[in-house]
C-alpha cells in the first residue's frame, strides 16, 4: 500500500516562510511526476508547482519567483519551499505522485493547512 504523507504546513505572517515536505512509502517500484496542489474554502483544487523524475518544473504563475519546488528521489521525499507568503496563499496544500506499484496510479496526501496571516 503506498502512503503519501505531507508536513509542515501552519500560521505564518505575510511576508514569512514555510517549507512543505511530503514522504511517500510503501511498494513503490518507480515515481514519475511528484507535485504540489492547493485548495482555498470555496475554490476549486488548483496546481502550485509540479517536477519531473529528471527534475524539470512547473509552476503556476502566481507562486513563480516565490515558492521552489525540489525532490529526492533516493528518499521518494518533494518539498515546497514558499517565501513571501501573501494571504491568498492560504490554503490546504496537497501532495500529488505519480506513482507504479502494482499499477500506475495517481496518488494524493491528506492535505496540510497552510494559514497566511497578521
Known amino acids: 500500500q503506498v502512503q503519501l504523507v505531507e508536513s509542515g504546513g501552519g500560521l505564518v505572517q505575510p511576508g514569512g516562510s514555510l517549507r512543505l515536505s511530503c514522504a511517500a512509502s510503501g511498494s513503490i517500484s518507480s515515481i514519475y511526476a511528484m507535485g504540489w496542489y492547493r485548495q482555498a474554502p470555496g475554490k476549486q483544487r488548483e496546481l502550485v508547482a509540479t517536477i519531473g523524475s529528471g527534475g524539470s518544473t512547473n509552476y503556476a504563475d502566481s507562486v513563480k519567483g516565490r515558492f521552489t519546488i525540489s525532490r529526492d528521489n533516493a528518499k521518494n521525499t518533494v518539498n515546497l519551499q514558499m517565501n513571501s507568503l501573501k494571504p491568498e496563499d492560504t490554503a490546504v496544500y496537497y501532495c500529488?505522485?505519480?506513482?507504479?506499484?502494482?499499477?500506475?496510479?495517481?496518488?494524493w496526501g491528506q492535505g496540510t493547512q497552510v494559514t497566511v496571516a497578521s
Open positions: 500529488d505522485a505519480k506513482i507504479w506499484a502494482a499499477a500506475f496510479r495517481d496518488y
